[in-house]
């Protein structure tokens, strides 16, 4: 038993609204993301609805996915988005230059994405084509999409099968201008921007909330610019940032690693926080008033594919690190959540730090969907004011904290979610909850915990990373004493006892 780490949440000290946004996804045209991982198509052998997989959207439905972003990434600055849509059968077939080399038929376009997004219940992002596209292909996409009216777009839209426009919030203006989205100079995109964005219009009611392509890690020159030159056009910007232990040319297994990567990967996770911090206080310097949101539109671990598939299709399998990746980032956005509107998981299945994986007819969850699964209870509720000791991993001197915390609350109900970064010592914690106005009590917590740090799930075992009841919390006299495993992330409720 070690000395108690603690902690005060005060629960009269609302710090902002956690958007439930920030639990978003990114489904790009990437190795087995789009097609086997979420479209299979009408004909297929798999159980689908209207061509989407039944199982994967049953399990992400459990998500409450809040929205998707789409066709891209890198993808998205190659695509075309005229060559998705009518008679599948006479859609172009093309090659994926980008990614892997394989053909792109394009069965996947604009209707079948928006179809997704409803079946999911998620806001449809999507990101236009600046690198290789033009002005008239962006507005003509928006058009297609939103407009109500006699138009060309409409009517063509119409004449494939879709009445009535769809809504439409979110639009990218390029995806990482700065790299495969056209490898520009900040002033460069940022006159680009100020162009392509008139053109995305708002038709009818539908108001489009536009996102300018942002910076690339600490590339905060590429933020000043772009907030120097655009701020009152846009309503969003974008942030890219990775995990990736080793280095962007040496990228290390997703399944063989040791405590020091390990605790190197929770420090880069960690970076987020810093990352945010001084992009948004160059943003204040515009935005003192904070209306334009920091889009963390890609964000999760990047390792080496798994040995033996393509390696342009970014597979990777998905361990108890990168369910703590995924909490770490999570509470780094709550704290941020007066800046940060959006934040995208990269990417939804297959590829990267999926969520679900498939093979064939089957599939699995891996541990960074649990954490989203228990963590869904923020989406949307009041961030409290945390504050206290939060430990020290023994880590050599890299001064990593043990713990990481956050609490909010909605409709009445308190959650608190704890991460303990430590891969082999418990961490004991009491978390006063200062300022309750009423009787609370304990009423479930939930606990991922395995006994190895590179614990995964399998086809052949898919559970061996599951939630469970978590035991080792009490609640007495207004204070939370909690035994977390190590290398492991628990989420408790507390409910006012007139609720119950
Ligand atoms: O998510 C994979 C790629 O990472 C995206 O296509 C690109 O935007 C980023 O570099």
Redesign the pocket.
């Given at each position: 038993m070690t000395t108690p780490k603690k902690i005060v949440v005060h629960a009269d000290w609302e710090v902002g609204t956690i958007s439930r946004h920030i639990y978003g996804h990114?489904a790009?045209h990437?190795g087995r993301c789009i097609y086997e991982g979420l479209w299979v198509g009408e004909d297929s052998s798999i159980a689908n609805t209207d061509g989407i997989r039944n199982d994967v959207l049953e399990a992400l439905r459990k998500l409450q996915v809040p929205l998707l972003r789409w066709p891209?990434?890198?993808?998205a600055d190659e695509y075309h988005w005229k060559d998705g849509v009518g008679p599948r059968e006479s859609r172009k077939r093309m090659i994926n230059t980008h990614w892997g080399g394989v053909i792109e038929n394009n069965h996947f376009g604009t209707h079948e994405f928006f179809r997704l997004c409803e079946l999911l219940g998620a806001e449809p992002y999507i990101c236009g084509n600046v690198g290789s596209g033009t002005v008239q292909e962006m507005s003509e996409w928006v058009e297609y999409m939103t407009f109500d009216g006699e138009s060309p777009m409409s009517n063509w839209r119409k004449e494939n099968g879709r009445e009535q426009p769809w809504k439409l919030k979110y639009f990218g203006v390029g995806?990482?201008n700065w790299?495969?989205g056209g490898n520009m100079h900040p002033e460069y995109y940022a006159d680009l921007y100020r162009r392509f964005q008139t053109y995305v219009r708002n038709y009818g009611d539908n108001r489009i909330y536009k996102i300018a392509g942002g910076a690339n890690v600490d590339d905060y020159r590429w933020t000043e610019v772009l907030m120097r030159k655009a701020a009152p056009l846009m309503d969003g910007l974008s942030l890219?940032y990775?995990t990736i232990p080793g280095s962007w040319e040496q990228k290390q297994p997703a399944l063989e690693f040791d405590e020091s990567v390990w605790y190197e990967t929770m420090a880069k996770a960690l970076r987020m926080d810093e990352l945010i911090t001084r992009h948004s206080t160059i943003m204040d310097q515009y935005d003192p008033k904070r209306r334009i949101g920091l889009i963390v539109d890609?964000w999760g671990t990047w390792f080496l594919p798994e040995p033996g598939t393509n390696p342009g299709f970014?597979y990777q399998q998905n361990t108890m690190r990168d369910a703590l990746v995924a909490a770490i980032h999570l509470h780094v956005f709550h704290k941020h959540c007066n800046r940060v509107h959006m934040a995208n998981l990269?990417?939804m299945v297959n590829?990267?730090q999926a969520v679900i994986l498939t093979e064939g007819e089957r599939m699995l969850l891996t541990p960074t969907y649990h954490v989203l699964e228990m963590f869904k209870v923020h989406q949307d509720a009041e961030a409290l004011a945390i504050h206290g000791e939060f430990g020290a991993c023994e880590d050599g001197g890299k001064g990593l904290p043990q713990l990481t915390v956050s609490a909010s609350r909605k409709d009445g109900a308190i959650h608190v979610s704890m991460a303990n970064l430590d891969p082999s010592r418990s961490a004991d914690v009491k978390i006063e909850l200062r300022g309750l106005s009423a009787a609370y009590d304990l009423t479930s917590g939930r606990l991922l915990a395995a006994d190895d740090i590179r614990a995964h799930n399998t086809f052949e075992r898919p559970d061996r990373v599951a939630q469970r009841p978590f035991d080792d919390a009490r609640w007495t006299d207004g204070t939370l004493s909690a035994c977390l495993p190590p290398a492991s992330v628990a989420v408790v409720r507390l409910q006012p006892r007139d609720m119950e």
């Open positions: 990114f790009e990437l891209g990434g890198c993808f995806n990482e790299g495969c890219h990775y890609e970014l990269a990417q590829v990267l």
